[in-house]
């Protein structure tokens, strides 16, 4: 399956993206029919071979495809190509927290790199920059390939990964980096440094950054406007789906109307999150994604959780690829924590299996400009005859530590104290007054 360095789709005719799409559309499923036995046996189900799938509405009564399906066949039960053609494996997990193994070929990963240079490219990015990447490799693997796509510009990459905000601050300033690409959590983080370096008398516009790139969360419009109106540069979001590419699926332009999706490699739909029939655009639903272009891995009508709306609209910019607006929210209640994603589900039976005897619970996510911030775990404890309330506190707090990589405040409450309002699954957010 041919598809090497990503072209520019956005400035061609829409009939030909289409055309493109429904070419490669008819590929991945036979790649898929040929070679998953999952999705052989759905369309022998429906009594239906690829070559049946003619129109939309056709493509539209196959089955989803859920992060459940793909962790039932973990770790390879979904690959279309033998382990040996296989040179990258990325972990994910299922709604219910089990693990998923994504594959990548050779292939796959150029695609990956060549959709982050395209994003890299029309973000003015090119091989006089010096790209600082500031993100933890190791909860977010996806980082890699933004040092891979500033390399492959010929831009220089400063890979800072974990250190403190003000070691940051001093390699901007002594390497003079023009770009920054990091979580929006840090981007606030380093932004609160600034300013308490602007208190002690220090000048904060001696950087030489000419833009930011976050990801792979959301970026709120009130820590954008932030960051803007108090540095006076571009901020700029992308997305991605730690099933597929994350990020490099979609990206934001200069004109900021939206998240631009590389539409010839995937195909998106907005359905409704219960009945999952289409929605109109600009309506809010989840974003179900088919990879057209994915050797390894092929994903047919994949859901994705995230609530977002879909733009189909010419963009100023001049492209006329479809745009998705930030991720609105998850249908599985998922969060995201300084970064971390955080399953209120999974917490739960994580706290059942430190200490069996928690009457009730809430996670608390305390929040900064729509961003996690910090999460504590307001805990009901029943009363055990022998048993220390602070030594079942710490063997949780400790439980929470390692399986979450977060660390998690917890609160000893009565039930009357749980916190009811806004209840989403056990989840209450509390905004943080500013510092």
Not at 359 to 367: G, K, S
Request: with cysteine; proline share 6%; net charge neutral.
């Amino acid at each position: 399956m041919a598809h090497g360095r990503a072209t520019e789709p956005g400035r061609t005719n829409r009939d030909k993206l289409r055309q493109v799409q429904r070419e490669r559309l008819q590929m991945i499923l036979n790649r898929a029919y040929l070679h998953v036995d999952f999705y052989r046996a759905r369309l022998d189900a429906l009594g239906l071979v690829p070559e049946d799938v003619r129109t939309d509405e056709e493509f539209q009564s196959l089955p989803f495809t859920t992060s459940e399906d793909l962790a039932d066949h973990y770790p390879y039960g979904l690959f279309a190509v033998p382990l040996r053609d296989v040179v990258r494996l990325k972990i994910a997990s299922s709604r219910d927290g089990r693990p998923i193994v994504v594959g990548f070929t050779r292939r796959d990963v150029a695609l990956w790199q060549s959709l982050m240079v395209r994003l890299f490219e029309s973000l003015g990015i090119h091989e006089r920059d010096i790209v600082q990447v500031a993100f933890n490799y190791s909860l977010f693997p996806g980082a890699m390939t933004f040092n891979q796509a500033a390399e492959a510009l010929g831009a220089t990459v400063a890979p800072s990964a974990t250190v403190s905000a003000k070691l940051q601050l001093q390699i901007m300033r002594d390497f003079r980096s023009t770009v920054l690409a990091t979580t929006p959590s840090f981007a606030l983080h380093l932004l609160d440094t600034l300013e308490e370096e602007r208190n002690q008398g220090r000048e904060s516009l001696d950087l030489s950054l000419k833009l930011m790139v976050l990801g792979p969360d959301a970026v709120p419009e009130i820590l954008r406007e932030r960051l803007q109106g108090q540095l006076g540069l571009p901020i700029y979001n992308l997305y991605g789906v730690s099933e597929m590419v994350e990020p490099g699926l979609a990206g934001e332009c200069p004109a900021q109307r939206g998240l631009h999706v590389a539409e010839e490699h995937f195909l998106v739909e907005v359905v409704h999150p219960v009945t999952g029939a289409p929605v109109a655009p600009g309506t809010e639903g989840e974003l179900v994604i088919t990879t057209l272009s994915a050797e390894a891995y092929p994903l047919i009508r994949y859901r994705t959780g995230d609530v977002v709306t879909l733009d189909p609209t010419p963009c100023p910019c001049g492209l006329n690829t479809v745009r998705l607006s930030s991720v609105l929210r998850r249908t599985d209640h998922r969060v995201s924590v300084r970064g971390i994603p955080v399953s209120p589900q999974r917490v739960e039976r994580l706290v059942r299996e430190a200490d069996s005897n928690i009457q009730d619970f809430r996670l608390v996510i305390w929040t900064r400009m729509g961003l996690g911030d910090s999460l504590e775990l307001w805990a009901v404890f029943k009363a055990l005859p022998n048993g220390s309330k602070s030594a079942r506190v710490e063997r949780i707090r400790s439980h929470l530590r390692r399986e979450l990589g977060l660390g998690v405040r917890v609160v000893d409450v009565s039930a009357e104290k749980l916190p009811q309002e806004g209840l989403t699954y056990k989840t209450v957010f509390r905004e943080k007054m500013e510092p």
